[in-house]
Nanobody, 115 residues
C-alpha cells in the first residue's frame, strides 16, 4: 500500500500564507482520490479539499477562495497552498489517499495561526 509523507507545517500570523506538501511512496498505479483533512483539538477531523486522479478539486466551504490544491498527475505529489489564513485554520493537517479500495493517511503536520 502507498505511504504518504507530509511536510510544511509551522507557525504563521493571521493573514499569512503556508504551503503543505504530501509525497507518496511505493506504487501509485492504483491511487484514486487524494486530499487534505484537518483536525483541531477537541474537534472531529474534517475535509479540507479532495482531488480526483485527474486533479479536479472539491473544496470545503470554509476554505474556498483562500486555499488552493495542486496535484501532480504523473507522480501524484499533492500540495496545499494556504492564503489569508485565520486562527480557525489551526489544526493538524493530514494527507489522505484512496489506494484501490483502501485508505492511506499521512502522519500529520501541525499548522498554527496566531491572531
Amino acid at each position: 500500500q502507498v505511504q504518504l509523507v507530509e511536510s510544511g507545517g509551522g507557525l504563521v500570523r493571521a493573514g499569512g500564507s503556508l504551503r503543505l506538501t504530501c509525497v507518496p511512496s511505493g506504487s501509485t498505479a492504483s491511487l484514486g482520490n487524494m486530499g487534505w483533512y484537518r483536525q483541531a483539538p477537541g474537534k472531529e477531523r474534517e475535509l479540507v479539499v479532495t482531488t480526483r486522479r485527474d486533479a479536479i478539486p472539491t473544496y470545503a466551504d470554509s476554505v474556498k477562495g483562500r486555499f488552493t490544491v495542486a496535484r501532480d498527475t504523473v507522480r501524484h505529489t499533492l500540495y496545499l497552498y494556504m492564503n489569508y489564513m485565520k486562527p480557525e485554520d489551526t489544526a493538524v493537517y493530514y494527507c489522505h489517499a484512496k489506494d484501490g479500495g483502501l485508505d492511506s493517511w499521512g502522519q500529520g503536520t501541525q499548522v498554527t495561526v496566531s491572531s
